[in-house]
């Protein structure tokens, strides 16, 4: 029934798209007086060495990914998940070089009745690679959350323009 919450047609928390940044929308252009975030946090800091707790594998992670990513995209405020990004990342590594040592035997096993099932690792494997996905879609870290963003290049002054110095 329309108009009821749970059903078709009724406001359901966590419905639709998820909100923009203020600052994507600037960058893409579609930004309006109308359509900013009001309540919308802003980062204090940029994020620099990782956590004391971090194991050294997910350290390492966490150190090319604050080096590599461009400046203004990590903030403070975006560690929490990439901390988790990191530590999940390092726990796949580690499930993916088990399996490669057991060969088939880390992706097969059978089960009660001697029928061929997913291993505990292939499953493993599975859940760690979907929570890695929603973790670097959320960060940026994909191809296609990456192309929604597009800087625009600053436009190269005219040569032959005698106000190009101020």
């Not at 047609?9 to 966590?14: L, N, Q, V, Y």
């Not at 796949?92 to 880390?106: H, L, P």
């Amino acid at each position: 029934m329309a108009g009821k919450p749970g059903r078709s047609g009724g406001a359901r928390t966590g419905a639709g798209r998820k909100p923009l940044p203020t600052a994507v929308k600037a960058v893409k252009g579609t930004l309006r007086k109308s359509r900013t975030n009001a309540a919308e946090p802003q980062a204090a800091a940029m994020l620099s060495d990782p956590p004391l707790e971090m194991r050294e594998a997910a350290a390492d992670l966490w150190r090319y990914l604050v080096g590599s990513t461009p400046p203004g995209v990590l903030h403070a405020n975006n560690a929490a998940l990439l901390e988790r990004y990191c530590e999940l990342l390092a726990q796949y590594r580690d499930v993916v070089r088990e399996i490669a040592k057991r060969g088939v035997g880390g992706l097969l096993t059978k089960d009660r009745h001697g029928m061929p099932a997913r291993s505990i690792l292939f499953e493993l494997q599975m859940e760690l690679s979907r929570s890695l996905k929603e973790c670097e879609a959320e960060l940026g870290f994909t191809p296609v959350s990456r192309a929604r963003v597009q800087v625009p290049q600053a436009p190269a002054p005219k040569l032959d323009d005698p106000w190009a110095d101020f």
